[in-house]
Every structure is written in C-alpha cells, then in structure tokens.
C-alpha cells in the first residue's frame, strides 16, 4: 500500500477543512486507517481511526464532536472532516494504515508523507 494525504490549507478559526486519504495497491479494505497530527517539537498525536470495515470509529477527546473520520473502501480513499477548527488544531496530518484496529500510532506501519493544516485568523 501506498497512502497519500491532500486537502490541507490555511483556513480561519471556526471554519472546517477535509482531508483525503487516498491509497493505492491492493487490500486496502483489510486495513484500519488512522489519523495523526505532528506538531514541531512535541509527540504525534493520535487524532482517529476508523476500522477495516468503517463501522467503528475512534476519537482523540481534543477533536470529538468537531471532526468525523470515514471511508470508502471501493474508491481506496478515507477521509478527516474537521470542523469547527481551532488554533491548536495546527499540524502536519498523517494518514496511516495497520493490520488491526489501534489507537496507537506504533501499530501503524504505512504512513503518508502528511499534510499541513495552519488554523490563524
């Protein structure tokens, strides 16, 4: 598998973005997809995940009820829905793939070069 995130930007507090992951290669349907944020000079943040089947989802208590993480297993793409955005929001975000359902980002072994995400007004 191959992941590829898109969708970043510059965006104003309060305001929403949407983030895709697309995959290549095969299988993607046997892998859960997680979502991470990296900010300069503190650890990786767990965000999201969602399961193989995309009939769980799993949330990180700084971004629940704003953001919905969800996917497509025909169109080989997952996405980050984020709304409601906040300053503290700002990072790279990582998509990245695991065998197994995990909130941990040690489980997943296929990352995506990420995208960055500025929320300033």
Known sequence: LQLVESGGSLVQPGGSLRLSCKVSGTLFYEFAIGWFRQVPGKDRERIAAINSDGDY????????GRFTISRDNAANTAW???DMLKPE???RYYCAASRWFSREDYDYDIWGPGTEVSVSS
Not at 57 to 64: G, H, L, W
């Open 89 to 91: 929001d700002t990072g």
């Open 57 to 64: 989802q799993d949330y990180a208590n700084s971004v629940k």
């Open 80 to 82: 980050l829905q984020m």
